[in-house]
């Protein structure tokens, strides 16, 4: 059946392209030093966060909370020097628990060059909280007191200083800020996500919610961050990198950004995930916050362009960019491709016919594409959760309880139904177990190969199952297909444990988020 032979010389190939294309890594460039020091004032920004806790502590999208927040947010930047008038977007939120009204408050800090100046700059900062949740004000605090300092200074670039609602719904401020903006040039946007809220060190968030990451901008903050002797958190290694370009899952501002293929990147105080709240954000988080965020921008403001967000990895401080990831995943998928080739040819040479038994495997596929659909109906009947904005919804907004039982039950029950009305079709038995095993083989690398083309780090995850399927159509004891069923399902698993860190949620319960947010179209 399989060609032991020639799958060993597949991979011994793929692993001498492997170690040529590590050694392409290169250093990420940063962004050129400005020439003047940060000069942020930490207590003017301690005195706004107060003030913000003082008039909305809780600012859950639609409440009052939030109304009190952008009129106070109105007020601040209307007293920025040199800035244009206050503007206001008022829109809706289609979300889990119904539709909410909210609006994003905004001003321009224009340069004396007019029409004929650079790409502007986005400057945003997330003013909503989770219902029930208080904190998260110093993003608001280093916004404003970010905008008032590059009011008074000389800028190559103008500036839109943004405050967004309704971030915990899909980001949804930001994605209509985004979309209402994609006609004008920018160069890059900067999300301040309650970067002093929690103690430990500035965390970047750069990825997107389309697999792609903006690594040139993490890149030029690592490098601000140093030169405002700021602390910053550990960088997250290989595998965590990949997983959230296997499955996105980000709650930051900067994917509305990426999606457009903007640059995009949010200065937060924790690990990438839901907001925690807190007690007031102290001086010194707020001056290292400040001065990062001011650093950079003074950084960005004098360069040219900023590279697109793109599916690159950082490993031990060095980029494998992202033409170089696509060709390394292709090798890990080289020997499946070449034994599905052979066994192609050496079928079509014995005169074997392939159709019928492809056509059985797709038979196979309708009761799952039929509980995917009952699912994603029940979804939009209001059964089980829908998107946030046409985004994955936060966690707290997807419950596992009795209607989440009951659409679980309907959509395996329509599942079983399904089978029963296609099995004679896709349990085809008048030919040798071999052609139907490499019926399974060549079905198995097209679906690799379609992977690699749209999304090649959700291919990671599918790779071992793939190897582990192949090498079992030469298992000769029960055994043997356990173990490759155990090597098949660590990659899911991995990635499950992965999401559950992201939610701040335990393995069951992550496994019933991924699986509802997929089924409702949350994931596209």
Do not use: K
């Not at 690990?271 to 400040?290: I, K, M, S």
């Not at 196979?364 to 994955?392: K, N, S």
């Amino acid at each position: 059946m399989l060609n032991g032979r020639l799958y060993r010389l597949s991979w011994l190939v793929a692993a001498l392209a492997l170690l040529v294309a590590l050694l392409t890594l290169e250093s990420p460039a940063g962004g050129p030093e400005p020439a003047l020091p940060p000069a942020f004032d930490a207590l003017a920004a301690r005195s706004i966060a107060a003030n913000l806790a003082e008039v909305a502590p809780e600012r859950a999208p639609g409440t009052p909370g939030d109304a009190l927040s952008a009129n106070w947010m109105a007020e601040q930047l209307g007293e920025v020097p040199g800035a244009t008038a206050v503007r206001r977007q008022r829109f809706s939120v289609v979300t889990p628990t119904g539709r909410i009204v909210t609006e994003n408050v905004y001003a321009a800090l224009p340069t004396e060059l007019g029409e004929s100046a650079p790409p502007a700059l986005v400057i945003s900062a997330p003013r909503d909280t989770p219902p029930g949740l208080r904190g998260g004000e110093s993003g608001s605090a280093v916004l404003v007191q970010l905008a008032r300092s590059l009011g008074t200074v000389a800028r190559n670039r103008p500036v839109l200083i943004v405050s967004t609602g309704a971030s915990t719904q899909g980001n949804a401020g930001a994605r209509w800020f985004a979309n209402r903006f994609s006609g004008t040039p920018i160069i890059a946007a900067l999300s301040l996500d309650d970067p002093a809220g929690v103690p430990g060190g500035i965390h970047l968030w750069d990825d997107g919610q389309n697999g792609r990451r903006a690594l040139a901008m993490a890149a030029a903050a690592e490098q601000a961050a140093r030169r405002a002797d700021a602390p910053l958190a550990a960088e997250p290694g290989p595998f965590a990198q990949m997983a959230a370009m296997a499955l996105p899952q980000t709650s930051g501002d900067q994917a509305a950004y990426i999606a457009l293929g903007i640059p995009g990147l949010s200065l937060a105080s924790r690990p990438e995930g839901p907001a925690v709240g807190g007690t007031l954000a102290t001086e010194d988080a707020l001056g290292d916050a400040g001065r990062t965020a001011e650093t950079l921008v003074a950084s960005l403001d004098l360069v040219d362009s900023v590279p697109s967000p793109a599916a690159g990895v950082i490993i031990n401080g060095r980029e494998l960019r992202p033409v170089m990831s696509r060709i390394v995943i292709l090798l890990l998928a080289l020997p499946i491709l070449v034994a599905a080739l052979d066994l192609a040819v050496r079928l079509q040479r014995a005169g074997v016919r392939l159709l019928p038994f492809m056509s059985a495997l797709m038979w196979r596929l309708v009761p799952v594409m039929t509980a995917l659909l009952v699912g994603h109906l029940l979804a939009a009947a209001g059964m089980i959760a829908g998107p946030a904005g046409g985004w994955p919804p936060l966690a707290d907004q997807v419950p596992f309880d009795l209607p989440a039982i009951v659409a679980i039950a309907l959509s395996v029950g329509a599942a079983v139904l399904a089978w029963l009305l296609v099995r004679h079709r896709a349990t085809r038995r008048d030919a040798e177990v071999a052609s139907r095993a490499a019926a399974g083989v060549i079905a198995l690398a097209a679906v690799c190969l379609l992977l690699w083309l749209t999304s090649p780090f959700a291919l990671l995850v599918a790779l071992p199952a793939a190897h582990a399927a192949l090498v079992a159509t030469r298992a000769t004891r029960p055994w043997q297909v356990v173990g490759l069923a155990v090597a098949a399902a660590i990659p899911a698993v991995l990635l499950v444990w992965w999401a559950s860190g992201r939610i701040d949620r335990g393995f069951p319960y992550s496994t019933w988020y991924l699986m509802e947010t997929t089924v409702s179209g949350a994931r596209g």
